[in-house]
Nanobody, 125 residues
Framework: QVQLVESGGGLVQAGGSLRLSCAAS????????MGWFRQAPGKEREFVAT????????YYADSVKGRFTISRGDVKNTVNLQMNSLKPEDTAVYYC??????????????????WGQGTQVTVSL
């Protein structure tokens, strides 16, 4: 059974940083593209960042480019999202997602097979 568990969310002031982690189990992590999405209150879920299974390829939403960094963690079967220079508009529930890929590609759409439960990030003024 595949499980994705996010952690690291919380309350932070604008300009601060948070590091989200996603621990994956029940899958061959080395062949899965990983992504982060977020959903703010009253809004649709949107793409944030993605990383290919080798880690060589990444892609970011324009709204977070230069502030967020996605990486495959040093801890086995984890993917991280380092979020710097946070803004109030980054407030959302953040979701981790995984999907099997033969090729070492990124995936920006929501067509991921597996999703975590989400972790709340709140950025105050």
């Amino acid at each position: 059974q595949v499980q994705l568990v996010e952690s690291g969310g919380g309350l932070v002031q604008a300009g601060g940083s948070l590091r989200l982690s996603c621990a994956a189990s029940g899958l061959s992590f080395s062949r899965y593209v990983m992504g982060w999405f977020r959903q703010a209150p009253g809004k649709e879920r949107e793409f944030v960042a993605t990383i290919s299974w080798s880690g060589a390829n990444t892609y970011y939403a324009d709204s977070v480019k230069g502030r967020f960094t996605i990486s495959r963690g040093d801890v086995k079967n984890t993917v991280n999202l380092q979020m710097n220079s946070l803004k109030p508009e980054d407030t959302a529930v953040y979701y981790c997602a995984a999907d099997y890929r033969r090729a070492d590609t990124v995936l920006t759409s929501e067509s991921y097979a597996y999703w975590g439960q989400g972790t709340q990030v709140t950025v105050s003024l």
